[in-house]
T-cell receptor, first 113, second 114 residues
């Protein structure tokens, strides 16, 4: 079966750094996405990792270790607007091209003043 | 460029009824995927359509079906509604069908089954 785990909730302070972890056990792995979802809104794309290592994009960075089935999203200089749910999703490859994403249940991040 | 649009945004139905939801992808996008989002299960993949063909299907009963038209617009249908079908239904479009393609999500249709 396919399994993706991430913490349910996290709390951090404005201006600080927070790391949201994601572990996965899937077959046919072909990349990992991070999405941000504010309450009542659609998920929006943050990052995509297919090779091991760190991808940096402004205040957000994402890391992948395929051998460990592990990824994390790092948010720096936290702002109140970063309070949202962060979704880890694994892209699966089925006999060719596919857009099937398996999502974790999401991590609800609360940024406090 | 307009984003992904979904209609209706909110829907209330009763058990046993059927419902049809619509999704218009970003102009030029040919792949449309559908997801169900519930508080307990998170986002779960329903199916993906590309060039009017279903390419992949998640683990949902046959009551859930979909189709895609030649203009890439997609519809999903749920027949014989159950209380557990209450959820946010999201569609996502991408330019092509491939694992590295970013998917752009629509605002969703909130379905409530009474």
């Amino acid at each position: 079966g396919q399994n993706i785990d991430q913490p349910t909730e996290m709390t951090a302070t404005e201006g600080a750094i927070v790391q949201i972890n994601c572990t996965y056990q899937t077959s046919g792995f072909n990349g990992l996405f991070w999405y941000q979802q504010h309450a009542g809104e659609a998920p929006t794309f943050l990052s995509y990792n297919v090779l091991d290592g760190l991808e940096e994009k402004g205040r957000f960075s994402s890391f992948l270790s395929r051998s460990k089935g592990y990824s994390y999203l790092l948010l720096k200089e936290l702002q109140m607007k970063d309070s949202a749910s962060y979704l880890c999703a694994v892209s699966l490859l089925y006999g060719g091209a596919t857009n099937k994403l398996i999502f974790g249940t999401g991590t609800l991040l609360a940024v406090q003043p | 460029k307009a984003g992904v649009t979904q209609t209706p945004r909110y829907l209330i139905k009763t058990r046993g009824q059927q419902v049809t939801l619509s999704c218009s992808p970003i102009s030029g996008h040919r792949s449309v995927s559908w997801y169900q989002q519930t508080p307990g299960q998170g986002l779960q993949f329903l199916f993906e359509y590309f060039s009017e063909t279903q390419r992949n299907k998640g683990n949902f009963p046959g009551r859930f079906s979909g189709r895609q038209f030649s203009n890439s617009r997609s519809e999903m249908n749920v027949s014989t509604l159950e209380l557990g079908d209450s959820a946010l239904y999201l569609c996502a479009s991408s330019a092509t069908s491939g694992s590295s393609n970013e998917q752009f999500f629509g605002p969703g249709t909130r379905l409530t089954v009474l």
